[in-house]
């Protein structure tokens, strides 16, 4: 397992937009598609980094693989569905709400995380007492 070398201050900030928190939570979402900043989006696998939600929670995670790179007009179905959409057209929507400026040529980046584990045992989890 990696080990956290940095500080908190020192890590990555990935925001989340409202609603995301209980996917992640639930490991349901590990996959996220960003407009390309490398300054932020270039992850290498192991890498942790902190996901902002807008729920008001910060939590650390890490990279599983290496960021990957696409151009936003080769965005499949696959990848929509991975990142929890129903359609292709509902995650360029969304791109496009996000970063009102995302031209077909600019470069995506497509980020796989989870949240850290201690042996197979996640570090948060819902429980008997959560509106799940």
Known sequence: MPKLKKAKED???IEFHKGQFEYVI???KLFTIRRLRPET????KGEYFVGRFQEGFDLLLIATQNT????FANLTKEDA???LYA???ELQGDLR???PN???SDMVAMIRFEIPKMTDIPTIAFNKYSAQ
Do not use: N, P, V, W
């Open 41 to 44: 989006h270039i992850l290498l």
């Open 81 to 83: 569905m991975e990142d």
């Open 97 to 99: 709400r996000f970063y």
């Open 26 to 28: 639930a490991g349901e």
């Open 68 to 71: 990957e790179s696409k151009i």
């Open 102 to 104: 995302i031209q077909c």
């Open 11 to 13: 890590l990555r900030i």
């Open 87 to 89: 359609t292709l057209e």
